[in-house]
């Protein structure tokens, strides 16, 4: 029942048409193999696997595994109006930000070799009210058109169990461990990277009624990814098993 549900998400349509189709066929057929996979793997955890996985996340470039100096020593706080109604492309000292503007925009940010590693809608108006990531001196940053101003401040690395939309370290913005995430409202996913490994993908829903849980086991080293939300909690299995 939880899964038929999901087509109060229009902003989704096409993945829940393509998940609730199979959970309709899997009533009708012996499915096996690599759809059967998907179906279990979704309907036990929320975790989308497979070609759609993929699809959802795109090309994962090496560069999302940078992690930077997080003593800030050269970075500093920008504030301004955006030059062009076309938007515009920065480059800022290497740190650690939370990036932002108004009303709302596409933040999009790139490699050295002009290769995307991550693009979220970000603003007041609309999408997730900042972006934290590590930035490089030799990255991009493009603020899209949607910006009459933009904000970029320097953020402390502090360890928490509650994370915003960005890119965050495991060992260094959250402790290794299992942990049960869920969200209190909205729409969105948590993606976790892993060097050498396929990338993990976790479908999130807010609300008493829809609301979803999955439990992730985070390692030392890993990479988390929070899209399209503005936080996520992590509840540690410890905790949960003491109550």
């Given at each position: 029942?939880?899964?038929?549900?999901?087509?109060?998400?229009?902003?989704?349509?096409?993945?829940?048409?393509?998940?609730?189709?199979?959970?309709?066929?899997?009533?009708?057929?012996?499915?096996?193999?690599?759809?059967?996979?998907?179906?279990?793997?979704?309907?036990?955890?929320?975790?989308?696997?497979?070609?759609?996985?993929?699809?959802?996340?795109?090309?994962?470039?090496?560069?999302?595994?940078?992690?930077?100096?997080?003593?800030?020593?050269?970075?500093?706080?920008?504030?301004?109006?955006?030059?062009?109604?076309?938007?515009?492309?920065?480059?800022?000292?290497?740190?650690?930000?939370?990036?932002?503007?108004?009303?709302?925009?596409?933040?999009?940010?790139?490699?050295?070799?002009?290769?995307?590693?991550?693009?979220?809608?970000?603003?007041?108006?609309?999408?997730v009210p900042t972006l934290t990531v590590d930035i490089d001196s030799t990255f991009s940053i493009l603020f899209d058109g949607g910006?009459?101003?933009?904000?970029?401040?320097?953020?402390k690395t502090e360890l928490s169990t509650e994370l915003t939309a960005g890119i965050w370290d495991v060992g260094l913005d959250i402790?290794?461990?299992?942990?049960?995430?869920?969200?209190?409202?909205?729409?969105?996913?948590?993606?976790?990277?892993?060097?050498?490994?396929?990338?993990?993908?976790?479908?999130?829903?807010?609300?008493?009624?829809?609301?979803?849980?999955?439990?992730?086991?985070?390692?030392?080293?890993?990479?988390?990814?929070?899209?399209?939300?503005?936080?996520?909690?992590?509840?540690?299995?410890?905790?949960?098993?003491?109550?």
């Amino acid at each position: 029942m939880r899964n038929i549900m999901l087509n109060r998400f229009d902003d989704k349509g096409i993945l829940t048409l393509i998940i609730i189709s199979m959970l309709l066929l899997s009533g009708c057929h012996n499915l096996q193999g690599t759809r059967s996979n998907k179906i279990t793997a979704y309907a036990e955890n929320y975790e989308i696997i497979g070609t759609t996985r993929d699809e959802i996340i795109g090309t994962v470039h090496q560069a999302i595994f940078t992690t930077v100096d997080r003593s800030n020593k050269e970075a500093k706080r920008t504030y301004g109006p955006m030059p062009t109604k076309k938007g515009a492309k920065l480059n800022i000292e290497t740190g650690r930000y939370a990036l932002t503007g108004y009303p709302s925009g596409n933040i999009y940010i790139y490699d050295n070799d002009d290769n995307l590693i991550v693009q979220e809608i970000v603003g007041e108006k609309a999408g997730v009210p900042t972006l934290t990531v590590d930035i490089d001196s030799t990255f991009s940053i493009l603020f899209d058109g949607g910006y009459n101003t933009v904000t970029i401040v320097p953020v402390k690395t502090e360890l928490s169990t509650e994370l915003t939309a960005g890119i965050w370290d495991v060992g260094l913005d959250i402790e290794p461990g299992t942990y049960t995430i869920s969200i209190p409202y909205g729409y969105g996913y948590v993606q976790i990277f892993e060097e050498g490994k396929d990338p993990q993908l976790f479908e999130m829903m807010g609300g008493e009624l829809t609301g979803s849980q999955s439990q992730v086991q985070l390692k030392e080293g890993q990479k988390v990814r929070i899209s399209k939300v503005s936080m996520v909690t992590f509840e540690p299995l410890s905790e949960q098993n003491g109550k």
